[in-house]
């Protein structure tokens, strides 16, 4: 198979193992990182409030899945870049500018038409030539914040795929979010298991311990069943305040 010197490490590797093995380890290795400096998107500030921010796809607006969300997070991060949107090179191209020289997007993995898995990447706009071009095709498209907005969640799970879940259900809505440093302490310490496995070799995992990728795919379905539960209560909520009061009987007054 030919190799392709095309991974964030600059070592030949063959398009599986580039697909299959590098981007996970890469991901796992920036994770492992900012856990170890305490510098991760969805840890919580001195007063225990995490800042939950989505990043937008140029394309549709949504905000990106869990398992593209968080990779593109901690590169906000390190560059302190302040746009929450990423766009494709094509799509870059196609709004009239171009990437400055030497920028590198955040490669993920994804399934195409013909079932087989290839490898992308997306850039901020901060990473092109003109920015502004990039801000101003996207502010239409754009989803905002469910209704959910302005409520409180708080994160009461250190069990990976529930805390990341709670993080990504706040971050598609708009809740506020806060979790105890306990709990987002004994997260760090669970989820590590999992990164430290992912960055051995593959002849040395330990198959019965989930893949980060895995996590932050079922952490998605979790934040989606999250947002439903919420929204079905804020409706509830405000069916209840809009059926007309029963009129209480006049009270009849015997002397």
Not at 186 to 206: G, H, P, Q, S, Y
Request: aromatic share 8%; with cysteine.
């Amino acid at each position: 198979m030919e190799n392709e010197n095309t991974n964030p490490f600059e070592t030949p590797v063959s398009k599986s193992e580039f697909s299959g093995f590098w981007i996970p380890s890469h991901n796992a290795k920036v994770m492992k990182a900012g856990l170890d400096a305490n510098k991760a998107p969805f840890l919580p500030d001195h007063n225990g409030k995490v800042k939950a921010e989505p990043v937008h796809t140029l394309s549709q607006g949504y905000c990106l899945p869990a398992s593209r969300l968080i990779p593109v997070q901690f590169e906000k991060m390190k560059k302190g870049y302040e746009s929450n949107i990423v766009a494709t090179r094509n799509q870059i191209n196609e709004a009239g500018t171009e990437l400055k020289d030497g920028e590198k997007g955040v490669l993920y993995n994804f399934k195409g038409k013909d079932e087989n898995f290839h490898t992308a990447a997306v850039f901020f706009p901060e990473q092109t030539e003109n920015p502004g071009v990039i801000m101003e095709m996207a502010k239409d498209k754009i989803n905002q914040p469910t209704n959910l907005k302005g409520l409180s969640l708080t994160i009461e799970s250190a069990e990976p795929v529930e805390y990341l879940g709670s993080y990504i259900a706040a971050c598609k809505s708009g809740m506020n979010l806060s979790v105890s440093p306990e709990i987002a302490e004994d997260f760090k310490k669970n989820i590590m298991v999992n990164v430290n496995n992912d960055l051995k070799k593959a002849e040395n995992r330990d198959k019965s311990i989930d893949s980060v990728g895995n996590i932050l795919f079922n952490a998605d379905r979790r934040g989606t069943e999250i947002l439903k539960t919420f929204a079905f209560e804020q409706n509830q909520n405000q069916n209840s305040s809009m059926a007309p009061k029963k009129q209480e009987p006049e009270m009849e007054m015997i002397f």
